[in-house]
């Protein structure tokens, strides 16, 4: 079992980058808002020093929550190594439970069915119920059809039958949702947002990834390709131990304009982009918050764009106030972690109002880049060879000028690069399935800017 420690929360800060000159008749306020957790350790959502008691730390509840959904429908015998490899996952994201974290296993095919422990109910994690849970798995069969549906709705009432401030699942695929229809599924997302957040991965190459990438985008996790199920156990381990390093859950991004600014964005453009303009909720008059989900020890950037009213020549306005908050049980005011303040300032200087922050560059070129990529994608599948090459050899222009090794290094897998600096590819004649879809899962993942 992996060792965490129990250590403080941590501390917020937010530091605003951006270039608050605008010309005359200027309109459009970009900025950079970086986030950054830090000093938290592992204490997986006790309160903040001061926050009232109540589902953020009930008295001798868990800390964390976690319930683990494994594909069994009959797909998954094909290869055998696939159901095998789950098993093995499930047992190694078991084993890296922290002592005292409420966790439960869920089978999933065309309904949901409790695996461990049964009865409607969570474990509480230790040596005994760890190793009951191992036991268990290895009844798991595979048989029937693919509802994910079905199993976020048990996994929702399994997590919110707990008193945890960390609510988490993780969720294992190898097929399209074939037995309910994208409706049902976008239902039951809605209805799960903001309750847990969930990690979906795709085993294999017979999935649909705008499902599994839409699942963790509703739910605020992670989405990734696992096209070899002997990677499963490594990936599991990796997932588990970030669920255990969160400290705090249901922190929101509040954005306050003043009277005649309009938001035209929020996104988070690192570690991915993640479009969050239309989650606004409303609080108070000309604000709204955003949901980030839980943070531990860690550094997300936020991308935010304000039409503000032209003010003329000479002078200046807060364009935006933008705070971290936590919500106090009650019907108390929500508690301020960290904010940051938005300007904008008119100049007649067209050298001041024309300059580029070099933040704001980076993230726009790093949305466009994700933008390109499934765009050319999509034109590949339809048969656009034309498209296809020009929307991915913008791609890997984007890719190299902005240091994205990564994203530059899967875009080779279905390009042949003449030239980076420019753009100039050829399609690749033959692209194995398993490198288009690890190229389209993982194009929303960002680099940070070089400061």
Request: charged share 25%; net charge neutral.
């Amino acid at each position: 079992m992996a060792n965490f420690s129990k250590s403080t929360v941590p501390r917020f800060s937010a530091e605003v980058y951006q270039n608050e000159y605008l010309p005359e008749g200027g309109r459009e306020v970009n900025a950079i808002v970086t986030v950054t957790a830090t000093g938290g350790g592992t204490s997986g959502g006790r309160p903040l020093a001061g926050a009232a008691e109540g589902p953020y730390a009930a008295p001798g509840a868990p800390d964390a929550a976690v319930v683990v959904m494994v594909d069994c429908s009959g797909s998954m015998e094909y290869p055998p190594a696939k159901m095998r490899g789950a098993r093995e996952a499930t047992a190694a994201a078991i084993d890296t439970l922290r002592d005292g974290v409420a966790f439960a296993v869920v089978a999933g095919t065309h309904q949901a069915a409790e695996v461990y422990p049964g009865g409607g109910r969570l474990a509480q994690a230790s040596p005994a119920t760890r190793g009951q849970a191992k036991e268990a798995l290895r009844r798991l069969r595979s048989g029937g059809g693919t509802a994910i549906g079905t199993w976020l709705r048990l996994a929702d009432r399994l997590l919110t039958s707990s008193d945890a401030a960390i609510r988490h699942g993780i969720l294992l695929t190898d097929g399209r949702n074939e037995h309910e229809s994208p409706e049902d599924l976008r239902a039951v997302l809605d209805a799960c947002a903001g309750r847990f957040t969930c990690d979906a991965r795709g085993v294999g190459t017979d999935w649909k990834v705008a499902e599994v990438t839409g699942i963790a985008s509703a739910l605020l996790g992670s989405a990734d390709i696992v096209a070899d199920p002997a990677g499963l156990a490594a990936d599991f381990t990796r997932m588990m131990e970030t669920a255990m390093g969160k400290e705090v859950a249901d922190v929101g991004l509040r954005v306050w304009t003043p009277q005649g600014a309009e938001i035209q964005f929020v996104k988070q453009v690192a570690p991915t982009v993640e479009d969050l303009t239309g989650r606004r909720t409303d609080a108070g008059p000309r604000a709204g918050v955003y949901p980030t989900g839980s943070w531990g020890d860690e550094s997300r950037d936020y991308h935010l764009c304000v039409r503000v009213p032209d003010a003329g020549v000479g002078r200046e306005m807060l364009a935006a106030r933008v705070a971290l908050v936590l919500p106090v049980p009650g019907g108390e005011a929500p508690r301020t972690l960290a904010q940051g303040l938005v300007r904008a300032v008119w100049t007649s200087d067209m050298a001041a109002s024309t300059q580029i922050n070099p933040q704001v560059a980076h993230y726009t070129g790093q949305a466009e880049l994700a933008r390109a990529i499934q765009q050319g994608l999509d034109a590949r599948k339809s048969g656009d060879a034309d498209g296809a090459t020009a929307r991915l050899g913008r791609a890997v222009q984007l890719a190299s000028a902005s240091g994205n090794a990564d994203t530059a290094k899967l875009l080779a897998k279905v390009v042949d690069v003449v030239d980076a600096a420019t753009g100039t590819v050829r399609l690749k004649a033959k692209v194995a399935e398993a490198d288009e879809m690890t190229l389209e899962t993982r194009s929303t993942k960002t680099v940070r800017v070089k400061k």
